[in-house]
């Protein structure tokens, strides 16, 4: 298994550029298999989740095709992929595939809207707090699907198609409004989904259902109204940057000191955190391709924060704002009000000597500490990211192994890093 060494203490200096946004690709990929003709998709980043999901929608027939590089083309940018669902062959999700990647449950939407039926396996995914699919269960249940669970299966039938329903989700939740937007744009008459998410990532896979010829209103709000279609077709839709990947870096420039240019990426994507990271004293400015973050000599203060569902402070950069605030000088107080236990990086940077002491579901960080290198353990994606920004300003090395929890969500991570003159070394094996 590749482990990833650095050895802290060097300031980030350059520009990194930002790819194509994981929480975005997902879904949109799985968009395909409500049309039979093919959803071309640009700056398809290139990471373990996105390879596993070609070969869960490769298993229900999808045609998934990645054309080839250009001369002169560097390898950022992302991969163009072609996805054609002309022919569904299987709407069964099995439990290997789906457990791996808990994105794929969501697949049961466009098979049940598009097929009538769908078998999809129970999801795993990263192991932070429970998880349920109750709400997204519940939006095709509105929507008219008739739902039994049974070893580990989801069974979802409509074999008269789905009908419009109004569908108002108590929580707000990303994948819950993925799914009631995949199965309305399909069903016969109008939807309206209340409390929807409003998630950048959810608007993009509203804009692209738009391009394929679905009737949405409302997109970018917290109500959406949804007109079905009979039939969707092909589009051309280019996947917006991952805001995620340019705040983890926003905070290791931050983290380090120095002054990195994020390319590609606008402010309004992660206004939240950048304020954050305006009052814990870094420099935060919009440049015409992307943004600056600059952190040259002074401290960085101790600010507290609360996840939120969108526009707020994002649950997928918690982990790596507290990262950041281990070197504060004051306390802070980070509460997770997405997902209970999400912490378990508390215990991996307490390792690296972060003071941090949890009280239900807040994380109470006692900054100004002098961390210093040690081996320690990813336990999933945002958790071990957060573990590269500590080493980043840890004396001496630290080893981080299992990083196939980075490689699910950051593409080149060392070599990005790298170029902005980390000491980060990928050892392989
Ligand atoms: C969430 C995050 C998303 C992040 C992703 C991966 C929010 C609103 N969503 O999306 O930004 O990228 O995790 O870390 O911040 N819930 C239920 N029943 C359900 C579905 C969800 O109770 O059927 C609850 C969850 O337990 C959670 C909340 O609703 O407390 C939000 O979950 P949801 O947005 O669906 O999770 P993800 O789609 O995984």
């Known amino acids: 298994m590749d482990r990833i060494k650095i050895v802290g203490g060097a300031e980030l200096k350059g520009s990194i550029p930002i790819a194509g946004a994981k929480n975005a690709a997902l879904p949109l990929m799985i968009a395909s298999l409500l049309t039979p003709d093919t959803l071309e998709l640009e700056n398809v980043p290139r990471l373990s989740d996105v390879r596993m999901l070609k070969r869960i929608l490769g298993n229900h027939g999808v045609d998934v095709m990645v054309a080839g590089k250009r001369a002169g083309d560097s390898g950022e940018g992302g991969e163009v992929v072609r996805l054609c669902a002309a022919k569904i062959v299987d709407t069964t999700a099995p439990y290997e595939l789906v457990s791996q990647m808990r994105a794929s449950f969501w697949v049961i939407a466009p098979l049940l809207a598009r097929m009538g039926e769908a078998k999809v396996s129970l999801p795993g995914g990263c192991a932070i707090g429970t998880r349920p699919v109750d709400l997204l269960l519940m939006a095709l249940e509105r929507l008219g699907a008739e739902i039994t669970i049974e070893a580990g299966y989801v069974h979802a039938r409509a074999p008269n198609g789905l009908k419009g329903a109004e569908i108002a989700f108590p929580k707000v939740t990303v994948g819950g409004t993925h799914t009631?937007?995949?199965?309305?744009?399909?069903?016969?008459?109008?939807?309206?989904?209340?409390?929807?998410?409003?998630?950048?990532?959810?608007?993009?896979?509203?804009?692209?259902?738009?391009?394929?010829?679905?009737?949405?209103?409302?997109?970018?709000?917290?109500?959406?109204?949804?007109?079905?279609?009979?039939?969707?077709?092909?589009?051309?839709?280019?996947?917006?940057?991952?805001?995620?990947?340019?705040?983890?870096?926003?905070?290791?420039?931050?983290?380090?000191?120095?002054?990195?240019?994020?390319?590609?990426?606008?402010?309004?994507?992660?206004?939240?955190?950048?304020?954050?990271?305006?009052?814990?004293?870094?420099?935060?400015?919009?440049?015409?391709?992307?943004?600056?973050?600059?952190?040259?000599?002074?401290?960085?203060?101790?600010?507290?924060?609360?996840?939120?569902a969108f526009p707020g402070f994002p649950t997928d950069l918690q982990a790596q704002f507290m990262a950041l605030m281990t070197r504060a000088g004051g306390t802070s107080h980070i509460t997770e009000t997405i997902f209970e236990n999400r912490f378990m990086h508390v215990q991996e940077l307490a390792r690296l000597g972060a003071k941090i002491r949890l009280d239900g579901d807040m994380a109470i960080v006692e900054g100004a500490q002098t961390l210093k290198g040690a081996p320690v353990m990813a336990t999933d994606l945002r958790a071990s990211v957060s573990l590269v920004i500590a080493a980043l300003a840890a004396e001496g090395e630290t080893m981080i192994s299992r990083v196939y929890h980075l490689d699910r969500g950051f593409e080149g991570l060392e070599a990005k890093l790298a170029r902005c003159g980390a000491q980060i070394e990928r050892i392989r094996g």
């Open 180 to 308: 009631a937007l995949m199965a309305a744009v399909l069903a016969q008459g109008t939807s309206v989904i209340r409390n929807a998410a409003r998630e950048p990532e959810v608007t993009d896979l509203a804009n692209c259902l738009v391009k394929m010829g679905a009737r949405i209103k409302g997109i970018g709000s917290s109500t959406l109204e949804v007109e079905g279609v009979a039939a969707l077709r092909g589009a051309v839709h280019r996947v917006l940057p991952d805001r995620i990947e340019a705040g983890t870096y926003a905070f290791a420039a931050a983290m380090a000191g120095g002054d990195v240019t994020l390319e590609g990426v606008t402010p309004d994507l992660l206004q939240a955190a950048l304020d954050k990271l305006s009052q814990a004293g870094a420099e935060v400015s919009a440049t015409n391709n992307g943004i600056r973050i600059r952190r040259n000599g002074r401290g960085i203060m101790a600010v507290d924060i609360t996840t939120e």
